[in-house]
């Protein structure tokens, strides 16, 4: 199912010995569009602070209730690796948590998640990760936090569009789906969902994304209502309305012939 990621803030974590704290925040791979890491604020069976929660450790997620139950001790994250989350974090970070958890890399690989698309696939596996992913330059930081992302302009292939408000993912594979696109400070009045993979590239320094799309594309797309996950309905009127293939489609369906894609890049 679709979801906010502002609907997940304040979410309770609860290991199987009580409970964590609660959801501030998220780091997103700005690579694969991922959330990679939830983080969690934590109460008082420790001193405060913010610690990475892992989708791989989730076993339960108890929407009615607004808690997400996870496969760890307090005891266990009380001890787990501290790591600034003020600074980039890096692949070295990243290898000491997963060793410590004993998790297989997500990294490396051609899934989205080691070889496949779910986290939990590598609930059960060791840490020792491919050949390929001890090679990489532990400086390569590719973790953004979502809180600091919201607010990045949005850039039109002719002029601004709005501001990046929120990411709607997949709760399952953690993917982020949409970014929600605020266009009420450029007379739209209204937010509209816009697929990462439109996106043509990013400046960091900048704090602007920049996607093939123009202001009356944009403008003419379905509105979205964030009191309501996107529906299948919703997003095939979605694709329509941009004449593009859904992710979910077969290949069958025609599509408009479109202008061919500048290629991703990240300018930092």
């Known amino acids: ?30 690579q694969h569009w991922t959330i990679r890491y939830l983080v969690a604020k934590t109460d ?20 009615s209730t607004r808690c997400l139950h996870v496969a760890l001790t307090r005891d266990k994250v009380k001890q787990s690796p501290n790591v600034d989350l003020n600074q980039p974090i890096s692949r ?9 958890y004993g998790y297989p890399y997500y990294w490396g690989y051609t899934g989205l998640w080691g070889m496949g698309a ?3 696939w590598l609930a059960a596996g060791s840490w020792n990760g491919p050949a390929g992913a001890h090679m990489e330059d532990d400086t390569d930081a590719h973790l953004r936090s979502a809180n600091e992302v919201r607010g990045y302009h949005i850039q039109g292939s002719d002029d601004a569009i709005g501001h990046i ?16 696109i605020d266009t009420s400070n ?6 509209v969902l816009v697929a990462p993979h439109w996106t043509n590239f990013i400046s960091w320094e900048q704090r ?14 379905p509105e979205w209502n964030p009191s309501q996950a996107p529906s299948r309905e919703y997003e095939a009127s979605l694709y329509d309305h941009y004449g593009r293939l ?10 408009r012939v479109l202008p061919p894609r500048q290629p991703m890049s990240s300018h930092r």
């Open 208 to 221: 602007t994304v920049y996607i093939e799309l123009s202001r009356e594309e944009v403008k003419g797309s």
């Open 186 to 191: 450029w007379g739209f009045g209204k937010k």
């Open 246 to 255: 859904a992710y979910w489609d077969d290949g069958d369906r025609p599509t």
């Open 165 to 180: 408000d929120d990411f709607v993912i997949d709760d399952e594979t953690w993917e982020v789906r949409y970014l929600v």
């Open 118 to 120: 779910y986290p939990s």
């Open 1 to 30: 199912m679709l979801r906010s990621l502002k609907d997940l803030e304040r979410y309770t974590v609860r290991a199987t010995d009580g409970d964590i704290g609660k959801l501030v925040n998220f780091m997103l791979d700005d």
């Open 92 to 100: 070295q970070q990243e290898r000491d948590y997963y060793r410590y």
């Open 44 to 63: 008082g069976f420790f001193e405060e602070r913010r610690v990475l929660i892992s989708p791989i450790s989730l076993r339960l997620a108890d929407w």
